[in-house]
Every structure is written in C-alpha cells, then in structure tokens.
C-alpha cells in the first residue's frame, strides 16, 4: 500500500482546509484497514490526530474533538479530514497512516508524505 497526502496550506485561524489521503495498490484490502491522520508541529513529538476503523469507528485527540471530522470513500480508497475552526495551535505537518489500530497509535506502519498546514493568526 502507498499512500498520498494532499490538501495542506496556509489558512488564517478559524478557516478551514480538508486533507486527502489516497491509497495505491492496496487492492481490495482498503476497506479493512484502520486509517489515521498524524500531526507533528516543530519541536513537538508526533500526535495521533484522528483514526477511523475499517468498521467506521473514529476518534479524536481532545484538542480537535468538534473541529475536525475523519471520514473515508472505501470505493476511492481515500480517506479525509476535514478541519474547521483553524487554530494557530493546528500548524503543523499532517501525515496519513494505514495498517494499525486506532486505539495504539504506535501500531501503525503504512506512512504517507506529510503536508504543511500553517495557521496564522
């Protein structure tokens, strides 16, 4: 599986960006794979963001729990996060993950690119 990241940017706070993640020669597999969106801001260790399961199921870090919503198009193999209500604190290199658990973020091992989301204030 190989997996693109795309849709970051620069936004002025409490604007709004949506990220895509598409995936490559997963095959019929993407449907059952856990997805996930990390962030890592500077000097700040790498922070699961939000993760969908392959049944559905999401969670969120507390920090952005009612701003950004995870969802996947199983048939485009492509996952996405909306993020609304930018804050500056969001500012960081968003990366997608495949291939682990949504409850152990250490779990999972399929990586994309990152993409720079910049929120000014």
């Known amino acids: 599986v190989q997996l693109q990241a795309s849709g970051g940017g620069l936004v002025q706070s409490g604007g709004s960006l949506r990220l895509s993640c598409t995936a490559s020669?997963?095959?019929?597999?993407?449907?059952?794979?856990?997805l996930a969106w990390f962030r890592q801001a500077p000097g700040k260790e790498r922070e699961l963001v939000a993760g969908?399961?392959?049944?559905?199921?999401?969670k969120y870090t507390d920090s952005v729990k009612g701003r950004f919503t995870i969802s996947r198009d199983n048939v485009e193999n492509t996952m996405f996060l909306q993020m609304d209500s930018l804050k500056p604190e969001d500012t960081a290199v968003y990366y997608c993950?495949?291939?682990?658990?949504?409850?152990?973020?250490?779990?999972?091992?399929?990586w994309g690119q990152g993409t720079l989301v910049t929120v000014s204030s």
């Open positions: 993950a495949a291939g682990g658990s949504i409850y152990s973020p250490a779990s999972f091992g399929i």
């Open positions: 020669r997963s095959g019929q597999y993407f449907s059952a794979y856990a």
């Open positions: 969908i399961s392959g049944a559905g199921i999401t």
